[in-house]
């Protein structure tokens, strides 16, 4: 149904009409605002550069201050963008407190597709493969679907702690067999 990739310039068609439909749905969380912050046209200008960061960052090439992170692309049977999860290598303060190991977004019309569920499970086999035994995973305490996401993966609910503007973050640990 689904599967992960390296960003690929293959894929820049696909992935523009991807950031049109963020663009028309408009930001609903923190991870979805990557999509909006740049206007189509720069996002076409800027691709190949795009991707070649994401390789960086997937290499270990980041700045200082960050955490090398790889960028799978969820990319679906008919070889479309369908969204993205993110490995980070390892955590600090911030991302231990906010952010985890992994994050992700599907985009606004494959959601409840279950997209999100498989995506976090074949990345939890890359974060087992790259050594890690366990992974942290927040999400807003009012995004149900994100939080049943994590738990269908073994998420196992830490705590829940506020944030400088008030929202509260789930955080979840997932021990990797």
């Known amino acids: 149904m ?20 963020f663009q028309k749905a408009g930001s609903d969380n923190d991870s979805t605002d990557h999509y909006l912050k740049r206007t189509l046209e720069q996002w076409n200008e800027t691709f190949e550069d795009f991707v070649q960061e994401k390789m ?19 990319i679906d049977n ?12 390892a955590l600090n303060e911030k991302l231990a407190h906010h952010g ?4 992700y ?9 279950h997209y999100a569920t498989i995506a976090l499970g074949l990345c939890l086999k890359e974060a087992k493969k790259m050594g ?9 305490d009012d995004n149900v679907a994100s939080a049943k996401t994590i738990e269908k993966n073994g998420g196992v609910l830490q705590d829940k702690v506020p944030q ?5 973050t789930r955080r979840y640990w997932i021990t990797l067999d």
């Open 132 to 140: 890690l035994e366990k992974v942290l995973l927040t999400c807003d």
């Open 105 to 113: 977004d599907i985009i606004p019309s494959k959601r409840g597709k």
């Open 100 to 103: 985890g190991h992994i994050g």
């Open 2 to 21: 689904i599967r992960l990739v390296l960003p690929n310039i293959k894929y820049k068609k696909t992935y523009l009409d991807a950031v049109k439909e």
């Open 56 to 74: 960086d960052h997937h290499n270990g090439i980041v700045a200082q201050g960050l955490v090398p992170c790889t960028q799978f692309w969820i």
């Open 164 to 168: 400088d503007n008030g929202v509260i």
């Open 78 to 89: 008919n070889g479309e963008y369908c969204g993205r999860v993110s490995f980070r290598h």
